[in-house]
Nanobody
């Protein structure tokens, strides 16, 4: 069973930066992580995609973070990062990492981390 753990959240002033990390354990049954992504959920709102990166390093960003956030991954260590710059008050949310996994049994699974809080203050 794959487990994801996020880290790097916290309290930051508007305009500041944070770097989120997502590390995976229990990965012995993974054939390929097809996509890694970051989602966020603010109070009273639905969870939304922030950024994603494929195994081939193709990236996709939500319009509201383009030019401010970057995403990267280490395929060898099943780790992902998101650098968040020029943070805004509206970036305040719980951030979740998500791995879309093709396992050795050729079935696909979605795994989620427990979330890390990002709070941007004025």
């Amino acid at each position: 069973q794959v487990q994801l753990v996020e880290s790097g959240g916290g309290l930051v002033q508007a305009g500041g930066s944070l770097r989120l990390s997502c590390a995976a354990s229990g990965t012995h049954n993974i054939f390929r992580i097809e996509s890694m992504g970051w989602y966020r959920q603010a109070p009273g709102k639905q969870r939304e995609l922030v950024a994603a990166i494929t195994s081939g390093a193709n990236t996709n960003f939500a319009d509201f973070v383009k030019g401010r956030f970057t995403i990267s991954r280490d395929n060898a260590n099943n780790t992902m990062w998101m650098q968040m710059n020029s943070l805004k008050l509206e970036d305040t949310a719980v951030y979740y990492c998500n791995y879309k996994v093709l396992q050795r049994d050729l079935l696909r699974y979605d795994y989620w981390g427990q979330g890390t809080q990002v709070t941007v203050s004025s």
